[in-house]
């Protein structure tokens, strides 16, 4: 075997190399692939107060849940508010924010999913820490850096639409004059 082991002595989950013999990588069941993004979506994660987050995006709509007696959005999606335990309901984000951290990617741990590609996290612009794990599409991955602003758009995975972020056009330059 190449390498050490890691930390908790599993010298194959930390080289990231070598499978066990007879073993072949393959998609966990239960879960589809979101073409080019890199993400997949678990459909068993997908339940009644997440509904809304990963079906939005066939309307093109980022639904994010909102508390209207606190007005605090929420997520990831729960069932109540977090801050009064008030009902939440969805409602449709700007798909505006900005890179807060991420990382390039260069492994190809799906063989469907080219490398490389970008997971970050995203902080919209709604409220400071309401942020997600996804991914950044449409740019050269080293073309990415903390703070970039995005804007978000949507790949088909299965039932779901898994939201993923584009760099931002600068302000006036996405709009044709009529």
């Not at 980022?62 to 409602?91: F, S």
């Not at 590609?117 to 599409?137: C, D, H, K, M, S």
């Not at 995975?157 to 993923?164: H, Q």
């Amino acid at each position: 075997m190449a390498g050490p082991p890691g930390p908790d002595g599993d010298e194959r989950r930390h080289q990231g190399r070598e499978q066990p013999s007879g073993v072949e990588p393959a998609t966990p069941p239960g879960r589809v692939d979101a073409q080019g993004a890199g993400c997949l979506v678990d459909r068993r994660v997908i339940t009644e107060a997440s509904r809304p987050f990963w079906t939005g995006g066939a309307q093109r709509q980022l639904l994010i849940l909102w508390c209207a007696a606190c007005e605090l959005w929420v997520h990831p999606p729960r069932e109540t508010c977090p801050g009064c335990d008030g009902a939440l309901v969805p409602r449709a984000a700007s798909g505006r924010g900005r890179v807060f951290t991420f990382t390039v990617n260069r492994h190809a741990y799906n063989p469907a999913v080219p490398v490389p590609y970008v997971i970050a996290i995203v902080e919209l612009e709604e409220q400071p820490g309401l942020r997600f794990i996804t991914n950044i599409v449409g740019c050269d991955p080293e073309a990415v850096r903390i703070g970039l602003p995005v804007q978000v758009d949507f790949e088909p995975a299965g039932e779901a639409w898994a939201p993923v972020f584009r760099p931002a056009e600068p302000a006036g330059s996405g709009e044709a004059a009529e």
